[in-house]
């Protein structure tokens, strides 16, 4: 079974309810995550993702709370990895829904066209 991965779900406000449909709801970090050190917060978010057995092609991280530990986290991901599978907040229609972003180019240091 899939699982989401929120990457700071520390005192979260949001309504993540119409995420568990996607799986059951993993957080990242038991505390509160500092994004103005944002070498300290990947190495915090990788290693969370690497003790938990975090499979890309399987599991899912929700785009939920602080926009730099968001960002912190999808660009240490794809650092690794080539392809991520992730949540975000329809706003229309009230609820996550799924989105995938595979980036092979970026992994075979193939330039982008301009």
């Known amino acids: 079974m899939s699982r989401v991965f929120i990457p700071e779900m520390l ?4 309504d ?8 059951e709801l993993v957080p990242l970090s038991d505390e509160r995550l500092k994004p103005f050190d944002p ?18 092609y399987e599991d899912f ?6 926009t730099l530990i968001v960002g912190l986290v999808m660009a240490t991901v ?3 990895r080539d392809t ?6 329809d706003a229309k229609n009230k609820e996550y829904c799924e989105r995938v972003m595979h ?8 330039d982008l066209e301009r």
């Open 78 to 80: 794809l650092a690794n």
């Open 103 to 110: 980036l092979p180019c970026y992994l075979e240091g193939e």
């Open 84 to 89: 991520v599978r992730f949540l975000m907040f």
């Open 16 to 23: 993540l309810s119409s995420a568990k449909r996607y799986g």
């Open 39 to 56: 070498q300290g917060c990947c190495d915090t978010l990788w290693a969370a993702l690497n003790v938990q057995g975090y499979d890309n």
């Open 11 to 14: 005192n979260s406000r949001f």
């Open 61 to 66: 991280i929700c785009l939920t709370g602080h």
